[in-house]
């Protein structure tokens, strides 16, 4: 299949691009635009659908899916945009170099698999897969076939996780570091009765695949990673109701640091129609609290209120610029929205199930994604000063060096770690007295004093 297209690009450049084969054509870097495509057409399909749009007037190529009612609600708001009954045919028919997999999730593998094997890129909307197996085998897949083929060394596989370009939480995220230690972090996500009833498409999930990866991607960005130490879930089932468990709720610890999460399907039909999410984060001397849904909008008349920002796509629109830019070669794919961290979490969401059946709390050790090959067991020597550091060439400031160093030894499970003492200046006197008591409350410290 060879066909010629010129089109009029911003800079006022005629580009004359030969397509041959659209099903194999490897393009990154090679096209000027991207053309992706969403599987799946309902409600959130259809909110990605948009956001393609308002990055770029030809940046949504297709939609796949089968169901026909569904697929009238996509041509009707999405006219002049093809529809294919299934991934086959929207892989031969259609020029995209991309899809976003926003099908039912025990199907985002198996799309996935069929759109890499393509040599198409895939942006995966939460949950990864249903099991941590399924998420496993398709981490090896991906990097079995990237080791494999030149054609799929430069494939972009990126997890959807639009809390990583929610305003608020980005802000939180990147001036966490100049505040004091985190010492305590709460999330609740309420979701409606109405998803376990009637018609509804998520009658048939639980809270802790549908709103719970949203927090623990949240509480794991706030803690570098860090695995907790020990985690317990608890989850709770309405006898009356359709499928459950319909509360769930996690506890995890590290060391100097507590978080608690909790998910449901209660919230009432006079709630607002996305439920209800809140955070709150405390540390040293600091707090901070978000309340990103619903919206801060609040519309009223004689008889109810309305939220008429409950469906605004401003993160899935910065979140879809961020895929192309992967895929374009212009920026790398987010820390948070690597396939490693949506096997991070899924690994740790899969501890909690489990803590919930064995109604039990458990240790845990789950090996960051950034984490090395090898272990460190002990680190020869370091310093650390009650003063804290001004970061070179940056506002930012270290308030806790402790603190700072306290999650690299859990992050790479330091066992010990020779702190040299030292007071040959004024402003470190007091250091060998200082690193003496830092023994007393972390066992990793062996203090040597001079």
């Not at 799309?111 to 198409?120: L, S, V």
């Amino acid at each position: 299949r060879v066909f010629k297209l010129t089109q009029r690009l911003p800079h006022q450049h005629n580009v004359v691009v030969a397509v041959i084969n659209t099903r194999t054509l490897h393009t990154r870097t090679k096209l000027l635009y991207n053309k992706v495509g969403v599987v799946g057409g309902g409600n959130f399909g259809r909110l990605h659908g948009t956001a393609l749009q308002q990055i770029g007037v030809n940046t949504l190529g297709c939609f796949v899916e089968p169901s026909v009612e569904t697929i009238d609600l996509v041509e009707k708001q999405f006219p002049g945009v093809s529809v294919y009954k299934n991934l086959d045919e929207a892989l031969d028919g259609s020029d995209c170099d991309s899809y976003i997999i926003s099908s039912p999730s025990h199907t985002h593998v198996e799309f996935a698999r069929e759109c890499i094997e393509n040599n198409k890129h895939v942006l995966i909307e939460k949950p990864l897969t249903d099991t941590l197996e399924q998420a496993q085998k398709f981490k090896d897949f991906v990097d079995t076939k990237k080791g494999n083929s030149s054609n799929n060394a430069d494939t972009i596989v990126m997890m959807g996780h639009c809390l990583l370009y929610n305003p608020e939480i980005k802000h939180l995220l990147d001036v966490k570091d100049s505040k004091g230690p985190i010492r305590h972090i709460r999330s609740v996500r309420h979701r409606p009765a109405s998803f376990v009833s009637g018609n509804s498409p998520y009658k048939n999930e639980t809270p802790w695949d549908l709103s719970m990866w949203h927090d623990l991607y949240l509480v794991l960005g706030l803690m570098d990673g860090i695995t907790p130490n020990k985690l317990c879930g608890t989850s709770m089932t309405i006898p009356e109701w359709h499928g459950g468990p319909h509360v769930c709720s996690a506890d995890l610890s590290w060391e100097g640091c507590s978080a608690h999460i909790s998910c449901s399907f209660l919230t009432p039909a006079g709630m607002p129609q996305d439920g209800f999410d809140r955070n709150e984060v405390f540390g040293d001397g600091w707090s901070a609290v978000l309340n990103p849904n619903p919206r801060p909008l609040v519309m009223f008349s004689d008889s109810n209120s309305h939220y008429p920002l409950s469906h605004d796509i401003t993160m899935l629109t910065v979140q879809a610029q961020a895929f192309v830019n992967a895929i374009q070669g212009t920026h790398e794919v987010p820390i948070g929205a690597r396939l490693e961290d949506g096997l991070h979490v899924a690994k740790i969401l899969d501890a909690l199930k489990h803590s919930a059946e064995q109604e039990r709390t458990v240790g845990l050790h789950v090996n960051t994604p950034d984490e090395l090959d090898q272990q460190v067991f002990a680190d020869a020597h370091i310093h650390l000063f009650a003063r804290g550091q001004q970061l070179e060439n940056t506002t930012i400031r270290v308030w806790s060096e402790v603190e700072t160093y306290n999650k690299i030894a859990q992050q790479f499970n330091i066992k010990q770690a020779l702190v040299v003492g030292y007071e040959g200046a004024e402003s470190t006197q007091g250091n060998n007295n200082y690193i003496q008591q830092l023994a007393k409350k972390y066992t990793w410290v062996k203090p040597l004093v001079n």
